[in-house]
């Protein structure tokens, strides 16, 4: 698995969504509670610098979403830069290719968090859906949540769509 791949392709999507986005929108809320739609293109924004912080780039001057994730994509293809190590939003060590794969995951969740909140569609891509949860269910989110970083699961049936799973699985209502 390519985690710049998955992370170029759900950033990708997100960009898109996050240019549709329009001025009496950016109050909206938000499936994340204590957001709305500026303040989760923020935290989008944010993953984008978290990442170019980890390749060594400060990603000063990247006012927009789209600049950041650009900037971020062609750090990211700098020789040996997956190998190096930074610290994770939950406070320990991993290489930046791990950093990577979790910024995929939390850009992959909001975009559909975005689509919602601006009524947008909010179909993700079943490769990248699928992909994630290979990845991250059902650990991730409990280490997450015990962070205080992820929602209370929602319960879904076992046999639900792999979206549907990933979501609720992230504190998200299908």
């Known amino acids: 698995m390519d985690p710049v791949a998955f992370f170029e392709a759900a950033a990708t999507r997100a960009v898109v969504l996050a240019d549709a986005v329009t ?8 499936p994340c509670s204590e957001w709305d739609v500026r303040a989760l293109l923020d935290h989008m924004r944010g993953g984008a610098h978290y990442l170019l912080a980890a390749t060594g ?10 600049d950041a994730v650009e900037q971020c994509l062609e750090a990211l293809r700098e ?32 975009s559909w968090d975005l689509a919602v909140a601006t009524g947008q569609d909010r179909r993700l891509d079943v490769g990248l859906v699928d992909a994630c ?5 059902p650990d991730m989110p409990e280490h997450g949540r015990a962070a205080g970083l992820v929602g209370p699961a ?8 792999a979206q549907d799973r990933l979501l609720a699985a992230m504190g998200r209502t299908p």
């Open 133 to 137: 949860v290979a990845m991250f269910l």
């Open 57 to 66: 780039h400060p990603g000063e001057g990247l006012a927009s979403y789209r």
């Open 154 to 161: 929602v319960p879904v049936a076992v046999d639900a769509p």
């Open 79 to 110: 020789p040996g830069v997956l190998a190096r190590t930074c610290t994770s939003p939950l406070g320990f060590e991993w290489s930046v290719a791990e950093a990577v794969a979790g910024t995929f995951m939390d850009q992959l969740v909001h």
């Open 23 to 30: 001025d009496d929108q950016l109050s909206a809320q938000t």
